[in-house]
């Protein structure tokens, strides 16, 4: 397989900073200049289209609406009528029949007429205003059988509640752009256009493993000293969500050939290549060893917390750089909450560009901390938080008990990240802090 390298930065951009204490937004800024978005597309259809990146521009092949209809259930007439001096206060009107959405009056309404008009039907030829059905009173004429409506024209004006043609969308406008990161109104939108399918990035591949001689997986015997492999399935679930093509390459011990050859296979495969543990400086971090080997990789430590030690380049599958296939490489922290905090403040923007699409920042909300937090000027923490609104809507935190690195509990038990900025130091209790919720609405 041939694919192109596509990284743009030369590897000096990697350790241009102080490797002790990379600052966050650093960190972000230098992973984003490595990505280059995928180049390949595919056609999809668009129920599969959801979370999926536009490949091109959606343009409207028609105005949508398709004709002006009306916007509420009563009857449609020619505004001029209104402008009659005649007619100032009450009109009266004849109804010549009716209009239903998808059966449209069929002829032309004569002036002294109007039409019975349901929501979503066509304006008929000649009539520009709908007045709402619970305005008028109706009045049966014995002698002819046909009907009238009266009622106050006030505040009813030419063109009231009528929907224009292409007020929506209008024919060979775009609809949406390339890049978009589409969603369930979009999926809707471009079924309102009539189209079937979409042009859309292909998905992004990324492999994922785990390393540890301590690991052993959920349904095994837990041996004395070993822990189960909790970051594989994090990692799986946070890519889930991402519409990305997950490569799960398992467990791997901490043997140098043994992550060698994962790693190799993992950049035959993958765009991207995700690891957990074994990036710190201990006896048993032989990933740090292999990486330095197999890639052009730097070792960070960023000015965050959880997650301090991060590998970040790329690894290439001839075992050296420049030979064979490049993917970039995430070498994440192995502390679970780390694990999560490195994957969603630096990796996830990542493979969102990677995706085509343009990252876009997390909203913070200020609320009120119940509680004072230790911070050390210097770095940037991800606390974990439970937020919400008071009886005076006023938005509130309060941390979860531990904030250990350790405790994947926390985010469990938290709905958000508090987020404490580089310069933050130590907060009271009734202090203003930022927190990223965790759920989003779309
Ligand atoms: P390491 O980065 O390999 O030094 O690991 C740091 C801590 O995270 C150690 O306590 C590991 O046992 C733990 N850890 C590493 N990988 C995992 C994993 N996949 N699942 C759960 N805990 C892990
Ligand atoms: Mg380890």
Redo the contacts with the bound molecule.
């Keep these: 397989m041939t694919t192109p390298n596509t990284f743009s930065a030369s590897a000096a951009s990697l350790t241009q900073f102080d490797p002790q204490a990379l600052p966050v937004s650093a960190a972000q800024a230098i992973v984003l200049e490595w990505v280059t978005p995928l180049a390949q597309s595919e056609r999809v259809p668009l129920r599969d289209a959801l979370a999926r990146v536009l490949a091109a521009d959606v343009i409207s092949p028609i105005d949508v609406p398709a004709h002006d209809n009306s916007a509420m259930d009563g009857y449609a007439f020619d505004g001029a009528a209104l402008s009659n001096p005649a007619n100032t206060a009450v009109l009266t009107l004849t109804v010549a029949g009716k209009a239903f959405a998808g059966h449209p009056f069929p002829g032309e309404v004569a002036p002294g007429h109007c039409v019975r008009i349901m929501t979503g039907a066509p304006m008929p030829a000649g009539c520009d205003t709908v007045v709402p059905q619970e305005r008028v009173s109706m009045h049966a004429d014995d002698d002819s059988a046909s009907e009238t409506v009266t009622f106050t024209t006030d505040g009813l004006a030419p063109g009231a509640n009528r929907r224009r043609q292409g007020e929506d969308l209008a024919r060979d406008g775009v609809a949406l752009r390339t890049g978009r990161m589409l969603r369930a109104s979009d999926i809707g939108l471009m079924a309102s256009l009539g189209l079937v399918d979409v042009k859309v990035k292909r998905r992004l591949r990324v492999a994922y493993f785990?390393?540890?001689d301590?690991?052993r997986s959920p349904g095994q015997p837990l041996d004395a000293g070993c822990?189960y492999?909790?970051?594989?399935y994090t990692l799986g679930a946070m890519l889930r969500r991402l519409e990305v093509e997950p490569i799960d390459l398992g467990r791997v011990r901490d043997d140098p050939d043994a992550l060698a050859a994962t790693l190799l296979q993992a950049a035959e495969s993958a765009d991207v290549v995700l690891t957990?543990?074994?990036?710190?400086v201990?006896e048993a971090?032989f990933t740090r060893t292999q990486l330095q080997t197999l890639g052009d990789v730097s070792f960070w430590g960023l000015a965050m917390r959880p997650g301090r030690p991060l590998a970040f380049g790329r690894i290439w599958s001839g075992g050296r750089p420049g030979v064979g296939r490049a993917a970039l490489l995430f070498g994440l922290?192995?502390?679970?909450v780390a694990t999560m905090v490195s994957f969603y403040q630096i990796v996830r923007p990542a493979l969102i560009a990677m995706s085509g699409a343009t990252p876009q920042p997390v909203p913070l909300i200020p609320a009120r901390c119940d509680a004072p937090i230790r911070k050390r000027a210097g770095r940037t923490e991800f606390q974990r938080g439970v937020a919400g609104r008071d009886a005076h809507g006023q938005w509130r935190v309060t941390p979860t008990g531990s904030q250990s690195s350790?405790a994947l509990s926390t985010m469990s038990e938290a709905n958000c990240f508090i987020v404490l900025a580089h310069e933050t130091a130590d907060l009271d209790a009734g202090d203003t802090v930022d927190v990223m919720l965790f759920d989003g609405l779309v």
């Design positions: 785990s390393t540890g301590e690991l822990i492999d909790s970051n594989r957990s543990g074994g990036v710190s201990g971090d922290p192995g502390n679970p350790g």
